[in-house]
């Protein structure tokens, strides 16, 4: 059914709760965009039509009411003969749940819920509705500790239609008032009684009377004392235990007047003055044990809940009226001879005698109830394949829904009583079922680069990318998901699908012979583009036109890039130098000889004496010239004439002595005589 439309406004998200009355799911009204709970009644009763008008007389009526602690019914309708009720959807869980997993509550927080629920209740005896099925199972409890009655109205339609089965009470039998358990009608007591039984539970974990068979529950409802909360729990004050006692009693009459009087007897408890009050005694213990209790008059019943009208089982009112004919005539009576009397009384006795063999031989018959042995392979199996096994079995079955990541969804997690145990027929089995992994909220990745997203979605089914260009976000940053942020997914169940950004691709183009401002009219609004402008001297481009360009024409930029572009300055201007004429140089060539002396014929001494002969090759001679040829006794310094060409050189040869100097010839430059 999930996914599935009804009315085509209200789409089945999930399943949340059912029992042998109706399955709850969690849908989305697509009219007013808000999760409510869609109660689908279960086939078969959907082709009584009796049931199905009083069915609608008591939902609409209880549509009719507005109260904080009263679940909204929003609508009434029927689809291809499916009848539903569409409700507010309370998030949280029942009160029967809230008990399991906390165990016996405090006084204070019980107090604080029974205020709650004791309100829901005043308020719809004013609209003259009795629930008739007040439990744990139909108390809702927010988050925040708002208790909410569901059901209010529908379980009259539910509990006319179907009061017994096979000699058996069925419904809340733990919760049941006396004046129901006999088959009577209720009052607005009975409501209160079965709030008093809510309250034990909810102090003690436990409900107040145990038995192997509904009937045998039933039964100790009539029969046996309510227990009292502090046997159990000795520290409940006295007076919030009284409370209990009271709303308990046996006799509707003995209850509080009306729910307004319970709630403000509630409001009360737990004050200082009251907590040691005197124990609420109502029932006379040895007339509880042999008084059978009466049947309520259809007639009387909402019309004055303090009143009891005892039924024989026939008509109120003609019963009413024989009497009033009895008494107006026993005057006129003639006094019977002690013949009669005597015949009279044996008949009576006969028949009496008659009816009591009869009920010792029918009475075990009616009560006894078959032994079934609870299935040992019911967990992990479907819960409607389980539900048609046991109900094969004659035992009836209700359900609750918990998340569980082993167990598939609709398939049953455990079940109470447990598998091998021994119960009678007509026995309530509590099956929980899997509503399959808890969802979660779905985590935000937008705004995350691509790898960490992946990173933080890898418990997820699959995960699916595509891109989009854009340059106001980073490359490979995460700009839309879906399943949205918030939304209620089961990891391993979803896939996720992220919408990436990209820079655009851009070509570069060719910037050749444009000018500056046609560069930037091309590339200045590019958002992946930086530009650098430079100039040199180029011999052929024209001043102010692109030279070159980095990156070149047709590389594809996809990512932030620097953009060199060089200008040209045009052909460089170089002074002509003038035409170099040959130089023409005096050379200063200094020749240094060693201070040696020789002695002559006289024995005097004399400076020696050194014969230097100097060549040029120039310019003017290819071959060696001779321009000095001297004797000299001294370091001396010649005047030796050179000529050069421009980027030639001239040489200069040293002979001594006629033999030519180790470091000869030596070179002079153009450059060296132009400088002379």
């Known amino acids: 059914m999930p996914h599935k439309r009804v009315n085509e406004r209200y789409e089945i998200i999930r399943p949340i709760g059912g029992g042998g009355m109706a399955d709850v799911f969690l849908a989305k009204d697509l009219i007013l965009d808000r999760d409510v709970a869609v109660k689908v009644l279960k086939n078969q009763f959907a082709n009584d039509d009796e049931f199905i008008r009083r069915f609608r007389r008591e939902a609409q009526s209880a549509a009719s009411m507005s109260h904080p602690n009263i679940v909204n019914i929003f609508d009434v309708g029927e689809e291809n003969n499916e009848y539903y009720i569409v409700m507010e959807y309370v998030e949280g869980q029942t009160l029967k749940q809230y008990i399991h997993d906390h165990g016996s509550l405090s006084p204070e927080e019980t107090v604080r819920i029974l205020r709650q629920v004791s309100s829901a209740v005043s308020h719809a005896h004013d609209n003259h509705i009795v629930h008739r099925d007040i439990k744990p199972q139909n108390i809702l409890i927010s988050p925040n500790g708002t208790?909410?009655?569901?059901?209010?109205?529908?379980?009259?339609a539910i509990s006319d239609a179907t009061i017994t089965h096979t000699n058996s009470v069925l419904g809340s039998v733990h919760y049941l008032s006396p004046e129901q358990a006999k088959g009577g009608y209720v009052t607005y007591q009975s409501d209160l009684y079965s709030l008093g039984v809510v309250a034990y539970e909810m102090l003690t974990g436990k409900v107040p009377f145990t038995a192997d068979t509904p009937v045998s529950i039933a039964l100790k409802h009539l029969q046996d004392p309510f227990p009292s909360v502090r046997e159990m729990k000795p520290d409940v004050p006295q007076s919030l235990d009284n409370v209990i006692l009271r709303a308990t009693s046996k006799e509707p009459e003995k209850r509080y007047g009306n729910a307004h009087a319970m709630l403000a007897d509630i409001e009360t408890v737990l004050t200082a003055g009251r907590v040691n009050e005197e124990p609420f005694v109502a029932d006379d213990p040895d007339e509880g044990a042999t008084k059978a209790m009466p049947a309520v008059s259809s007639r009387s019943a909402l019309a004055d809940p303090?009143?009891?009208?005892?039924?024989?089982?026939?008509?109120?009112?003609?019963?009413?009226?024989?009497?009033?004919?009895?008494?107006?005539?026993?005057?006129?009576?003639?006094?019977?001879?002690?013949?009669?009397?005597?015949?009279?009384?044996?008949?009576?006795?006969?028949?009496?005698?008659?009816?009591?063999?009869f009920l010792i031989w029918w009475i075990p018959?009616?009560?006894?109830?078959?032994?079934?042995?609870?299935?040992?392979?019911?967990?992990?199996?479907?819960?409607?394949?389980?539900?048609?096994?046991?109900?094969?079995?004659?035992?009836?079955?209700?359900?609750?829904?918990?998340?569980?990541?082993?167990?598939?969804?609709?398939?049953?997690?455990?079940?109470?009583?447990?598998?091998?145990r021994t119960v009678k027929a007509e026995t309530m089995i509590t099956l929980v079922v899997s509503e399959g992994p808890e969802p979660v909220d779905m985590i935000d990745v937008t705004g995350e680069t691509r790898e960490r997203a992946l990173n933080m979605l890898e418990d997820f089914l699959d995960v699916e990318i595509s891109y989009t260009q854009t340059?106001?976000?980073?490359?490979?940053?995460?700009?839309e998901q879906s399943p949205a942020a918030g939304e209620l997914i089961i990891p391993g169940?979803?896939?996720?699908?992220?919408?990436?950004?990209?820079?655009?691709?851009?070509?570069?183009?060719?910037?050749?012979?444009?000018?500056?401002?046609?560069?930037?009219?091309?590339?200045?609004?590019?958002?992946?583009?930086?530009?650098?402008?430079?100039?040199?001297?180029?011999?052929?481009?024209?001043?102010?036109?692109?030279?070159?360009?980095?990156?070149?024409?047709?590389?594809?930029?996809?990512?932030?890039?620097?953009?060199?572009?060089?200008?040209?300055?045009?052909?460089?201007?170089?002074?002509?130098?003038?035409?170099?004429?040959?130089?023409?140089a005096i050379v200063p060539f200094e020749v240094s000889l060693p201070e040696i002396s020789e002695g002559d014929e006289d024995g005097n001494e004399e400076p020696a004496r050194y014969r230097i002969q100097i060549s040029v090759a120039d310019m003017n001679a290819q071959v060696p010239?001779?321009?000095?040829?001297?004797?000299?006794?001294?370091?001396?310094?010649?005047?030796?004439?050179?000529?050069?060409?421009?980027?030639?050189?001239?040489?200069?040869?040293?002979?001594?002595?006629?033999?030519?100097?180790?470091?000869?010839?030596?070179?002079?430059?153009?450059?060296?005589?132009?400088?002379?």
Not at 471 to 479: G, I, Q, R
Not at 634 to 647: L, Q
């Open 306 to 357: 303090d009143e009891t009208i005892i039924s024989s089982g026939g008509d109120q009112a003609n019963t009413k009226a024989f009497k009033r004919e009895e008494d107006t005539q026993k005057g006129k009576k003639k006094k019977r001879p002690a013949a009669f009397w005597w015949k009279t009384g044996g008949i009576a006795a006969a028949v009496m005698l008659a009816i009591i063999l």
């Open 625 to 676: 010239r001779q321009v000095i040829d001297r004797e000299i006794t001294e370091t001396t310094t010649f005047d030796v004439p050179m000529a050069v060409e421009p980027g030639e050189s001239g040489f200069l040869i040293l002979v001594v002595d006629g033999e030519e100097f180790q470091d000869s010839p030596f070179e002079y430059t153009y450059e060296q005589l132009r400088d002379l």
């Open 471 to 479: 340059t106001d976000e980073n490359p490979d940053t995460v700009l």
């Open 365 to 420: 018959t009616l009560l006894h109830v078959e032994d079934v042995e609870i299935p040992d392979d019911l967990i992990g199996e479907h819960v409607e394949e389980v539900e048609e096994r046991l109900e094969e079995l004659q035992l009836v079955t209700e359900r609750e829904y918990r998340y569980d990541d082993e167990i598939e969804e609709d398939h049953v997690i455990s079940h109470s009583p447990a598998a091998g």
């Open 493 to 584: 169940e979803t896939s996720v699908r992220l919408t990436v950004s990209e820079y655009p691709v851009f070509r570069m183009p060719n910037l050749a012979d444009m000018t500056r401002n046609e560069v930037l009219d091309l590339l200045e609004d590019q958002p992946l583009l930086t530009l650098s402008f430079n100039e040199e001297h180029h011999p052929s481009v024209e001043e102010g036109k692109v030279i070159s360009q980095n990156p070149g024409r047709g590389v594809e930029i996809d990512e932030p890039t620097r953009v060199e572009v060089i200008f040209s300055l045009g052909p460089e201007e170089v002074e002509e130098e003038p035409e170099e004429e040959p130089v023409r």
């Open 147 to 156: 208790a909410k009655v569901t059901d209010f109205g529908i379980s009259r």
